[in-house]
């Protein structure tokens, strides 16, 4: 939370000036509420105009392990160059240790156009040393 709250800060935006968020998106038990509380504790402070859309790129080409925070800011690129969201395939059900209630956010599951003529996306990314890292991405 304190790494996404630094990001957000830096690119002197507002949470809600969000429209896509990447999540690192693994997929795990443990992992994923992790990151879904700290993008909720961002997010919730502030109210949204649109809800938030969220996906993970890993369910297009899987987990690239080193190369798993580039693949995350191309494709945080290139929804800000096509003012749309690409969607996480394959998702059927949420993770059931996801907090997501009073979160107004989407887990967009088929690709969507921005409400907007620009948007921002970030991305997290976890490292299996322990490394945080988190980019806020305009267009």
Not at 86 to 111: G, I, K
Request: aromatic letters at 8%; glycine letters at 10%; proline letters at 4%.
């Amino acid at each position: 939370e304190q790494c996404i709250w630094a990001a957000v800060r830096e690119a002197q935006m507002s949470p809600p000036e969000s429209t896509v968020w990447e999540c690192h998106g693994t997929g795990t038990s443990l992992g994923d509420p992790i990151e879904v509380g700290a993008v909720k504790k961002v997010q919730i402070r502030h109210q949204r105009l649109e809800p938030l859309m969220i996906a993970s790129v890993k369910s297009n080409i899987g987990h690239l392990e080193g190369g798993a925070g580039m693949s995350a800011m191309c494709k945080c690129v290139i929804q800000c160059q096509r003012t749309m969201c690409c969607p996480t395939l394959h998702l059927q059900e949420l993770n059931p240790h996801l907090e997501h209630s009073s979160f107004d956010a989407v887990f967009q599951t088929e690709a969507a156009n921005f409400h907007y003529v620009r948007g921002h996306s970030q991305v997290s990314s976890f490292g299996f040393g322990g490394s945080n890292g988190h980019a806020v991405f305009w267009g």
